[in-house]
């Protein structure tokens, strides 16, 4: 094994105010209600070196390894897709909250749902924005962001042949994101200017402001499969499957037991797909008794 | 959209020193060889505040997300190797550097071929050990890591499944690693306790040191090769894939668009599958230059 001190790179500077900005845009567009508050500046102090790309950002917009992931998780979903399209499946793969069972298909036109920000499209305009500034994500910029971000949002790696391949295959693509009904426009020109083609809202892109879930996806979810056969669904967050996982209340480990126990994780990868999102999210939490079981403590004898 | 202030989770403290921790790990288990030499001291100095999990560890070792986008790789891995199975194909998914080409199975038994750091196991231990002291990763740390971690490191979600699956549809899987030749009774207990089956160094356990190869797997591979036929292949670094594609040294949108050009792009989970890793490796690099393309810059009107 090399000696890295020989082959290091330099590490990035340190930034309390870059991982700021990840645990807040976290919260604002996955939206957990439910959180603990506290000010992220008693906890970020300014750092002395200017602000570095956070390695999130660094892993999933700029690596051949993050560009692979978000493909291979695109391919998947195709494939699953397009061979439940040509057996018309008995269920959507949208759950009812009130029985915890499938909604039924029914005669319904068959549609694939996804969450936007980072599971169609890479905000990469305003994450470099608030890295660069060191500022910490604020709803007021990525209020312009919905509205004047066309052309500079990108479609992940993968999105635009998934996208054609599912129409080609009689599948509608639906956005279901908690981006604001108030800029519906600049949302739809967005997801266009990216090459995604046609979401149109109320009909094929549902946004936050809809009805009264707020941001829980729930009931706009149930609209969804009330007129459509979801065959395929996408999100980088729990809370884009299902908002009972979502959880951000809870220690990262019991989150991931309620999310991953039957009877839905047969579902992971088969009719739900995940985006990796190591930039922001409730994923991005907790401290070394939260992360590390006590059965794997190790250390050296010295 | 929520004010992330009213709702946000205390930032973790900055720490260059957990950054330090990623980017000199990287290098080592990835063994990116061209890497230019500087030492991280000089650009990580030591934090203020106590050492905080970084980013990358808090996705992939403790959230509900990061253990299901794992799952979804196994399982894809799984039914593409287990059809493969039932009508055995032509061409192993391992590159003949020389060619260019896949080598040819001819009649050699079916095998799977992962790399075992972060693809079929999680380090934890050293990995807490090394973010909880705020310590650089060191060769002598990890040399005793390999010697004595064995109960400690913990069977990636959706390994142990991929596994037994694999093995009932006839399909060896075997370990190409850069741990050390020198620790193979080590790797070969460490791997068994983690509940993944049997791998024996020389057989069904490759290590660095076995060929003149060094951390490049090429060699390795082509051995595997000559004796299997390769049906699926696994990692989460270029280099677990082709040396060819690891280039450390190329800006990430450059090594990008290398790995992902045809005819190669077509492997993307049709035989070779990247485990998503943030924490480490040559994946987590660059600038906002870098990174951002510069016809995304995008910046809010004040």
Redesign the interface.
Known sequence: ?????????????????G??I????A??LS???T???????????A???AP??????????????????T???F??LTSYATAKARTRPADSVIIDDATGKPVPCGTKPLAAVFDADETLIWN???M??F??RGA??????????EK??TG???AM?GAIEAMAALRAAGITPIANT?R?AANAAGSEQTLAAAGLGDFRHGETLFL?GDDAGG?SKDMRRATIASRWCVVAMAG???GDFRNL?NKPELP??Q??A???AAPYDAL???GW??????VY????????D???PA???????Q
């Open positions: 094994m090399p000696t890295p001190v020989q082959q290091a790179e330099p590490a990035p500077p340190a930034s309390g105010r991982k700021g990840v645990v807040a845009a919260l604002a939206a957990c209600s959180v603990q508050s506290e000010p992220i500046a008693s906890a970020a102090p750092p002395a070196a570095s790309v956070p390695m999130g950002q660094q892993w999933l917009y700029g690596s051949a390894e993050g560009a692979i992931a493909r291979q998780t391919g998947a990469i305009g305003p470099r924005w890295a660069l910490e994500f604020d709803a007021k910029t990525w209020d312009q962001w004047t971000g500079k949002a990108v790696p908690n604001s936050m941001s980088d967050q729990l996982f990262p480990l989150r991931r309620l999310a991953t992971w990868g088969n797909f995940l985006f990796a999102n190591p999210g409730p994923s991005i939490r907790g401290g070394f939260d992360i590390f059965e794997t403590h190790w250390e050296p004898q």
